[in-house]
């Protein structure tokens, strides 16, 4: 007996694949990311609906603890156009869900060696949407440049033994 394959089931993504929402490429380049945790994040119904269709903006956003939890502050997440009056405010802070161990973990780390919490890639795995959080140092201008002329030249070596 032969068993037929549903066609339907074998087209989508499975249960536990990872569908990415946005990046937050300037963190790279502005900081050093010394640790990166994986966190939830709590949400509006229209913002879901807003992040299924990509509308969101990282760049500005950091992570910031407040009595005992950690929230994300300056995410713009744009308002959803069918949901009339039950929409979301765009630039509201946002609760991100960690275990208790890990703030104190991640939040005395930032508050201590004066680093800075920042999000680093937002995507939805299982439905649910995830946010990576990054505590990161700061680079200076000659830093900044340092990294650039590195990259540069391991480009050019790249290409040079790619021709040979």
Request: aromatic residues 6%.
């Given at each position: ?49 807003s992040l299924r269709n ?111």
């Amino acid at each position: 007996m032969s068993k037929k394959k549903n066609k339907s089931r074998d087209t989508k993504a499975g249960p536990s694949s990872v569908r990415p929402i946005a990046e937050n490429r300037k963190a790279r380049h502005k900081y050093d990311v010394l640790e990166t945790l994986e966190c939830g994040i709590v949400l509006l119904g229209s913002e879901v609906k807003s992040l299924r269709n990509g509308k969101v903006s990282l760049d500005e956003s950091h992570g910031r603890v407040i009595e005992g939890e950690v929230w994300l502050v300056g995410c713009d997440i744009a308002e959803y156009s069918f949901a009339s009056q039950m929409n979301h405010d765009p630039r509201r802070k946002r609760k991100l869900l960690l275990h208790n161990r890990e703030i104190r973990k991640f939040a005395a780390q930032a508050y201590e060696r004066g680093l800075t919490l920042v999000p680093l890639k937002m995507y939805f795995q299982r439905g649910r949407a995830k946010l990576v959080l990054g505590i990161c140092r700061g680079r200076k201008l000659f830093d900044k440049r340092e990294k650039m002329k590195k990259e540069t030249m391991q480009r050019d070596m790249d290409r040079a033994l790619r021709q040979r």
